[in-house]
């Protein structure tokens, strides 16, 4: 494979993945969860192809440990966006029964 194509393959990559990040910062601002979505969607991809390639490149377990973070951040911002609610467990509805109780 031609080098001018391997770096112009990896520049458009790149470029990409720096647009999608600035429409993060628009989508987080105007609260538009197609693009938080779409931003998930495009990043959780990169994460799983960052964890193929850790075995050749060493500093790649340290964007594994940084896009994780990102991913589990914007995914609670996407959550928190939606309004989906995490469903209550047995140990958390029995703590509010028990303070439903001492209140009465």
Same mark, same amino acid.
Do not use: H, Q
């Given at each position: 494979?031609?080098?001018?194509?391997?770096?112009? /393959?990896?520049?458009?990559?790149?470029?990409?993945?720096?647009?999608?990040?600035?429409?993060?910062?628009?989508?987080?601002?105007? =609260?538009?969860?197609?693009?938080?979505?779409?931003?998930?969607?495009?990043?959780?991809?990169?994460?799983?192809?960052?964890?193929?390639?850790?075995?050749?490149?060493?500093?790649?377990?340290?964007?594994?440990?940084?896009? /994780?973070?990102?991913?589990?951040?914007?995914?609670?911002?996407?959550? =928190?966006?939606?309004?989906?609610? =995490?469903? =209550?467990?047995?140990?958390?509805?029995?703590?509010?029964?028990?303070?439903?109780?001492?209140?009465?």
């Amino acid at each position: 494979m031609d080098t001018r194509v391997c770096v112009a /393959g990896f520049s458009t990559v790149l470029w990409s993945l720096m647009s999608i990040n600035i429409l993060l910062i628009y989508a987080a601002i105007y =609260e538009k969860i197609l693009i938080v979505g779409t931003w998930l969607l495009v990043n959780y991809l990169v994460f799983l192809c960052t964890l193929v390639t850790v075995l050749l490149d060493p500093l790649a377990s340290l964007r594994i440990f940084y896009l /994780g973070y990102c991913l589990i951040v914007v995914k609670s911002f996407y959550t =928190e966006l939606t309004g989906v609610e =995490e469903p =209550e467990t047995v140990s958390s509805r029995g703590a509010s029964e028990s303070e439903d109780e001492s209140n009465a």
